[in-house]
């Protein structure tokens, strides 16, 4: 005999209507308990279900840390904090860079910092994300040219060292020979801006997550954003480039993501939401192994 029945009983024998109310509000009890079992398991089984059907898996994220801040000037010191630090701890790193307006600030607080004597880049290896196809490499817009502008020249790394995908010639031949040398070096920390359609690298909206370097073909929506570069001509845009693919970018350690201005504000918010979905690039973060900082300014977290 159970002891809660045992003590039933043994007040049976004192009155017997009260103990047989007690007996039943017990039993209704265990009942409504066991309802209310099935009921979470019915409607958690329901979500689930309704998450894969949608194609939108919902994960927890905290390996994000998200950093908002007044500004473009202010998200550019903290990414650039993130990165001396970096390089200050393990000075033969391999970072991952990216092009755009977006790591400019970035790229010039590195630049302070190494001219402050603070840093120093000798050892450090390079890997770009992306480059145009069919663009001379000299061309003032080829990625090439933006990184030797904006941080190559200013400080003391080793050109040999830096690696951008090479976007005239055989594509199919470039993109396996980027992605054997990515294989063989693991990014340390990965630099990354967000296009406004959530495309990260130029990994367009609908690239699955495990394709490796590849050739793309730039969707309408980035080519006429990128036309800012290009005397705002499309026809001028490169419409196809050769980018790393998601596989590489998740394969580094740490991924620094950096936004600012309200066309970024929809990329922060679905990433912020948790979803996976491959028609929006940048989702991919939320299944990264390792350490997301995303730094981004009030405006583009302001759908949050
Ligand atoms: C290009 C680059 C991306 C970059 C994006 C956003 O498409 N391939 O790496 O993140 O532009 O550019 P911006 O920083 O100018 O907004």
């Known amino acids: 005999m159970k002891d809660n029945e045992k003590e039933l009983v043994d007040l049976d024998e ?8 007690e007996k039943k509000d017990i039993k209704s009890n265990k009942k409504d308990y066991s309802f209310k079992i099935i009921a979470t ?19 927890t994220m905290n390996h994000i840390e998200l950093i908002v801040t007044d500004n473009y000037d202010e998200m550019s010191q903290k990414a650039g904090s993130i990165i001396a630090e970096l390089v200050k701890k ?26 402050n004597k603070d840093i120093s880049f000798k050892n450090i290896t390079t890997y770009n994300l992306d480059e145009y196809c069919d663009l001379n490499q000299n061309h003032p817009q080829s990625y090439f040219t933006y990184m030797y502008e904006h941080l190559f020249k200013h400080i003391d790394i080793n050109l040999a060292n830096t690696h951008i995908p090479k976007g005239e010639g055989d594509s199919e031949l470039n993109s396996k020979n980027y992605e054997n040398m990515l294989n063989k070096n693991k990014i340390n920390l990965q630099i990354l801006g967000v296009g406004g359609n959530g495309h990260i690298g130029f990994n367009e909206p609908g690239t699955h997550f495990d394709m490796g370097v590849h050739l793309v073909q730039l969707h309408n929506k980035t080519i006429r954003d990128n036309a800012r570069f290009f005397e705002n001509d499309i026809n001028k845009v490169p419409k196809k480039a050769i980018t790393m ?20 504000a929809d990329a ?21 192994k390792g350490k997301v ?9 302001s759908k949050l």
């Open 14 to 21: 004192e009155g017997n209507l009260q103990e047989n109310e």
């Open 245 to 264: 693919g998601i596989k590489n970018i998740l394969n580094a350690e740490t991924i620094v993501l950096m936004a600012n201005g309200t066309n970024k």
């Open 293 to 301: 900082y995303i730094i981004v300014d009030k405006k583009a977290a």
């Open 90 to 115: 393990n000075p033969n790193a391999i970072l991952g860079l990216a092009t755009g307006s977006t790591p400019i600030g970035t790229y010039n607080e590195l630049i302070k910092r190494y001219k």
């Open 41 to 59: 398991i019915i409607i958690g089984g329901i979500i689930i279900l309704s998450c894969i059907f949608i194609g939108k898996k919902y994960v």
């Open 268 to 288: 922060i918010k679905n990433v912020m939401s948790g979803i996976v979905d491959i028609n929006i690039p940048v989702t991919a973060l939320n299944i990264h």
